[in-house]
């Protein structure tokens, strides 16, 4: 077996969600050079028009389409909307909400934002796309999630428990559709230098680069397009056993 029948992705449709910047962006550019059609998303129509740029720049194929996550069956119609252009094989779920506040700060509606965006949206998602996954008998489904999954921090603890709650999702999911060939996994990154994080860089660059230095053994925030290797390997054939698992790219940790 050649590196291109395990890796490529040739003849694969992928949808991923929040690729207008960051992480998603780099993930849709990545599996778009593996060979895979890529359906972008973003908040607002045209809002990953750079993205989709670039793409077809690098010779790959991409279209776009806009929905807000947070509105209740959201995350169906965009299932449905990608469907109509191509059936989904991947799914890549990277579209997420971070307010931060410790419990004591926390309000309701900003709990209510993010419990919307980063789990209901994916209940929508998966309830739709995974039923017609395993009637092909093939399909990939990868949720970014993060560290704080893991080993959640004060600050983020919305946050923390809602990718902690899409994970346990994922593992239920992914035992329901082994034997259908639908295979579903979470990548974990720790700090990544997105623009999510840049008001912290760009306000305080000092104490960001110390944040960094003492974070993790590398001694660094990492970088977009170093979550891309991790990603393509778990939209391809060479995932082939392996399901319900959390990959953490956090320099150490």
């Not at 720049?57 to 252009?85: F, K, M, V, W």
């Not at 997420?96 to 209940?123: H, R």
């Not at 979470?186 to 000092?206: F, Q, S, V």
Request: charged letters at 20%; aromatic letters at 6%; a negative charge.
């Amino acid at each position: 077996m050649n590196l291109e029948t395990l890796f490529g992705l040739k003849g694969r449709t992928a949808l991923v969600t929040g690729s207008s910047r960051g992480i998603g962006a780099a993930i849709a550019e990545g599996l778009a050079a593996a060979g895979a059609h890529v359906i972008l998303h973003g908040t607002k129509t045209s809002g990953a028009a750079v993205v989709h740029q670039r793409i077809v720049e690098n010779g790959g194929t991409a279209q776009e389409l806009a929905s807000d996550l947070s509105a209740p069956g959201a995350g169906r119609d965009l299932i449905e909307q990608a469907e109509a252009i191509a059936p989904v094989d991947i799914l890549v779920i990277n579209a997420s909400a971070q307010i931060n506040a410790t419990l004591p700060d926390l309000k309701l509606e900003d709990l209510a934002f993010q419990v919307a965006v980063n789990f209901g949206s994916t209940v929508d998602m998966l309830q739709t796309a995974l039923p017609l996954m395993a009637a092909r008998k093939w399909g990939r489904v990868v949720s970014i999630g993060s560290i704080n999954q893991l080993r959640p921090k004060g600050i983020v603890t919305a946050y923390a428990a809602t990718k902690a709650a899409q994970h346990n999702l994922i593992q239920s999911q992914a035992r329901d559709y082994a034997k259908d060939n639908v295979l579903l996994n979470t990548l974990a990154p720790g700090l990544i230098d997105t623009d999510r994080n840049a008001h912290r860089r760009d306000e305080d660059p000092e104490g960001w680069a110390e944040y960094a230095r003492t974070l993790n053994w590398m001694g660094r925030a990492g970088q977009s397009e170093e979550m891309v290797g991790a990603a393509i390997f778990l939209s391809s054939q060479a995932c082939s056993f392996m399901t319900g698992e959390a990959v953490f790219l956090t320099g150490g940790y």
